[in-house]
């Protein structure tokens, strides 16, 4: 199946320093249908009849979301763009970010017109720092232009450089990063659309989510639902990497299969198996390929990475503990002391010192930290031991008899 591109129509066809080059492929004309003929509860309407889900990984539904913020009291409402991307193996939002700054602001314009909100936040990880000039320039040239303005009130977007931690992409850690703290979850509810920053409603979407607004707004959200499976509507961009020929950034309507993505345009070949959604996604074994890609059966917010039959499962499974070890922000115990031991038992494993009881532990603290952990970090974090006990065992068998 041939890739559908939505969310990166306008990517190398136009100059993201040159918003003339955007607005000459229709740029900013659902943002002036938006300004001009349309109240903010009919462009939740037109979000919420396009069944838009969010991209950043949870799949929560866009245009109810925008709905709780617009009828969330509140004398100033906030807009934060999900820009953090420290999933494993994810480049997606980068990728679009640099080709495209352009989408992702008038998406955000008509969020801020949808919900009431005059002030908006792009949240980067320090890694993408050297995008800050970039963002900066477009919103610029798009202010120039006199299209950073809502209803004659000036719509405000600015920067925020993270300090480099995996869990302020969770979007309550991501507010108390911007608000100067420790970049720590929050407990849940409230929510962030009745109470987020500065414990104002705020509207918290992915840079992907975002950029799919202008093309539903100018088609019409029936267009665009018309597109996927029952439960997950559109396209989605996934970031292929590991062991394939063609790494690289594409996008497919939501119920393709996993194996046209890594086999047919990434070029994989003699898989093991595909961890989708990144470190704290699923993995799926070589002969489970055709699974379609979609909330209802596997998606994640994008990463696909793919290991050949050379690779070693307990390795790679230990690896990705020790990831999640690190980048524990340590405020519940469960994952903060979960993650630590479950790093320790698989690396005895992987060293041949393991025992067969080693198993039942891991599956036993997997169970527990999924129940337990106050966040989706230790909540995922198991996502690997459990997958690769299903499907690999006999790999870890030959570990601890070897
Ligand atoms: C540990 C953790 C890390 C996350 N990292 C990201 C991230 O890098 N980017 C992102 O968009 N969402 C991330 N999320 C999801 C956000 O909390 C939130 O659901 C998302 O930004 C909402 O936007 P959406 O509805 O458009 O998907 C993360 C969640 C968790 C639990
Ligand atoms: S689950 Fe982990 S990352 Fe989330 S709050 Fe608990 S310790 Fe922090």
Redesign the pocket.
């Known amino acids: 199946m041939p890739q559908k591109l939505l969310v990166l129509r306008n990517c190398g066809l136009i100059d993201p320093h040159d918003v003339d080059s955007y607005l000459a492929r229709g740029g900013f004309e659902a943002l002036r249908r938006v300004q001009s003929s349309m109240t903010p509860a009919q462009v939740i309407e037109e979000v919420k009849r396009s069944g838009l ?8 539904p ?1 245009g109810l ?1 925008w709905e709780q913020t617009a009828q969330s009291p509140g004398e100033r409402k906030y807009i ?1 763009c ?6 494993v193996g ?1 480049f997606k ?1 980068r990728y679009i970010l640099e080709r495209d700054p352009f989408s992702l602001i008038e998406g955000m314009v008509i969020a801020g017109y949808a919900v009431g909100a005059h002030q908006a936040y792009v949240y980067l ?1 320090s890694e993408y720092a050297y995008l800050v000039s970039l963002l900066m320039d477009a919103i610029g040239r798009v202010e120039q232009k006199g299209l950073l303005d809502i209803a004659g009130h000036p719509f405000e977007i600015e920067l925020r450089v993270g300090a480099g931690g ?9 507010m108390e990063s911007l608000e100067g703290r420790r970049g720590e ?1 929050r407990v849940r509810p409230p929510f962030p659309p009745s109470q987020g920053l500065l414990g104002f409603p705020t509207l ?7 950029m799919n607004i202008p093309w539903i707004v100018a088609n019409g959200g029936d267009r665009f639902s018309a597109m996927g499976t029952p439960q997950s509507k559109g396209t989605k961009v996934f970031s292929v990497s590991g062991d394939v020929k063609r790494p690289g950034v594409y996008e497919l309507e939501l119920g393709s299969s996993l194996r046209e993505l890594v086999e047919e345009l990434a070029l994989a070949r003699d898989i093991k198996m595909v961890q989708v959604g990144g470190a ?1 996604g699923r993995i799926v074994p070589a002969d489970k390929m055709d699974v379609s890609l979609s909330y209802e059966t596997v998606l994640g ?1 994008g990463p696909v990475i793919v290991f050949d039959r050379s690779r070693d499962v307990v390795d790679m499974v230990w690896r990705t503990m020790e990831f999640f070890a690190e ?1 524990s922000c340590g405020k519940c115990a469960p994952c903060r002391e979960g993650t630590q031991a479950m790093m320790e038992t698989l690396v005895r494993i992987a060293d041949g010192k393991g025992v067969r009881k080693d198993l039942k532990s891991l599956e036993e603290l997997s169970n527990a930290m999924m129940l337990t952990s106050s ?3 230790g ?2 974090a198991p996502f690997p031991v459990v997958d690769s006990l299903r499907y690999f065992s006999h790999e870890y068998e030959a570990h601890i008899s070897a």
């Open positions: 889900r969010g991209r950043g990984g949870g799949g929560f866009t979301k934060i999900n820009a953090s991307e420290g999933e994810a939002d990880r995996y869990v302020c992409g969770e979007e309550t850690a991501m979850p918290i979407n992915n840079v992907e989510t975002l704290s917010p980048e966040c989706g970090l909540q995922a």
